[in-house]
């Protein structure tokens, strides 16, 4: 999809980019050693968030990649809004 589309946005781009990194890094991982080894360990020290979930830099390399897709689709769907809005207020095509 993203190869068509004209527009450029560097924040989907990367964001793209984590989330495939991530997954590929997953799956090397998956057929290397059967399953996905994880090893960062966070202990934050307080009750709702201990013991913090144990990740991988794939992992984060995802969960910072939807957050940057998210990001963009917010920030692309204001622009969109600015575009169709004028003196008048929002437009629509009625035709």
């Known amino acids: 999809y993203y190869l ?3 527009q450029k946005n560097y924040l989907m781009q990367f964001g ?10 997953n799956l090397i991982d998956r057929m290397r050693f059967g399953e996905v080894i994880d090893f960062i ?10 013991p913090w979930p144990i990740f991988n830099i794939a ?11 998210i990001i963009a689709s917010i920030k692309s ?3 969109e809004k600015d575009k169709n809005s004028g003196p008048e207020g929002d437009r629509t095509d009625q035709d």
Not at 16 to 25: C, E, K, R, W
Not at 60 to 69: C, R
């Open 59 to 69: 992992d984060a390399a995802i969960t910072v990649g939807i957050i940057m897709l």
């Open 41 to 50: 360990s966070v202990d934050l020290g307080f009750w709702p968030v201990n």
């Open 4 to 6: 068509f589309n004209k």
């Open 16 to 25: 793209l980019l984590f989330v495939l990194g991530g997954a590929i890094g």
């Open 77 to 79: 769907d204001g622009r």
